[in-house]
């Protein structure tokens, strides 16, 4: 009797926790077949190696478009759809072109120089957390809206819209409904469709979306869908992370109270916070455009696959004792913001929010904690970045 392959990705128990069946599918073959949220077959790659190899190969594509694209969430269903992709969505040589354009606004150096920036932001948001508790909810008012400022400023996105792509982004990020998702996609495209055309009017528009409306590099429809995915991109990834970043450094007061105690700790620290969470389950999504023997098995032309961090990024192999948060590890080779052409645009950007927030969150509350067991928080659904939507704390 042959058992049906079990369904990935699947159901986090507790939300800074990989899900336990995890532990079991990263005891059995590198590469192994598993069912999606739309009921294909996939195939989903356990180890590290194999999942760098598979990341660096130029035979897998990640055009959501093509036929066996691994459809594992009403989103991504939502994408194989759209007649244009954005970045995360596009092959060479399209994706290199545009990955060039908007890069200058995310090297180390350029993001380096909003430095204080960020850190004003970080502390206007503990000012108005603090003045309205204790108590407070540690997502609703720090986790989310700090990255979510910073990549309004980046972008240029006017901040007196938050409310509304607030509101769009949550019907379409957390919807199991695909009409609605649909609905608030096209809400949100049309809002940017909208600002581009405003912005070419306008020399002294701000940001990425400023800088490149009218510049003739990118059409006008290019631009309004890449500037709505990266609000998306740029703010969901990073608000879970500090959400799930505080909840891990709660659970284990001995090592954030060394990383109070010296500030150079905390940059090794969130690399492993990156491992030990891996919370994009949901990227690193792939299908085959040719035939591609690995591992002595065969990934036949159109079939999809699954390379997601939380497995590649606790192989005991690489990582020593993977399921122990360390901060004081090497975690520096994670694939938590992927690996190879498409490996995170934002993760220079994203470090040093993580860095500065999860350093200010205990220089200004040294009490911080939760008024929950880190077990009753809620998980959000497989397919989804994982996270939390609420995180009640007092001090
Ligand atoms: C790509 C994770 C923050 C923008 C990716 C990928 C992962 C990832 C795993 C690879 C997807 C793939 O290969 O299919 C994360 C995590 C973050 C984070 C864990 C926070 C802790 C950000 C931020 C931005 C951003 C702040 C800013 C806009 C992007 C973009 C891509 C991407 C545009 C696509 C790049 C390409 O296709 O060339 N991210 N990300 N991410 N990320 Fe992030």
Known sequence: MTTAPPAFPQARV??????PAYAELRQGPALRRVTTHAGQLAWLVTRYDQARTLLKDPRLSSDRRRPGFPVISVQVKLLTERKRQALIGMDPPEHDVQRRMFLPDFTLKKVSERRADIERIVQESLDDMMEHGPPADLYRDFALPVPFRVICRLLGAPWEDRDFFQDAIRRLVRTFDTAEGRQAGAELLVYFEHLVTEYKTRPDAAGLIGRLAGSGRISDDDLALAAMSLLIAGHETTAAMIALGAVTLME????????????EAIKPAVEELLRFQSIADSANLRVATADIEIDGVVIKAGEG????GSLANRDAE?????????ARRDAGGHIAFGYGRHQCLGQNLARLELQIALTALWQRIPTLRMTVPAEELTARPPGAIQGIDALPVTW
């Open 305 to 308: 696959i699954l390379v997601p």
């Open 14 to 19: 507790c939300p800074h926790l990989p899900p």
């Open 318 to 326: 690489v990582f020593e004792d993977p399921d122990t948060f360390d």
């Open 252 to 263: 284990n007061p001995d090592q954030l109270a060394a990383i109070r105690t010296d500030p």
